[in-house]
């Protein structure tokens, strides 16, 4: 991945980024647990 998801701005951009594309949550989660992206 290209940055490090460790401020509450980049899970929010990272999520406007997700509803964009159209992904659903389950998705979202999915892809998170591939590239190993902890919770904030």
Known sequence: M?????TL???????KLASGLGLTPEVTRHIEQMVG???V
């Open 2 to 6: 290209a940055i490090e998801v460790d």
């Open 37 to 39: 992206l902890q919770p």
């Open 9 to 15: 701005a980049e899970k929010a951009y990272l999520t």
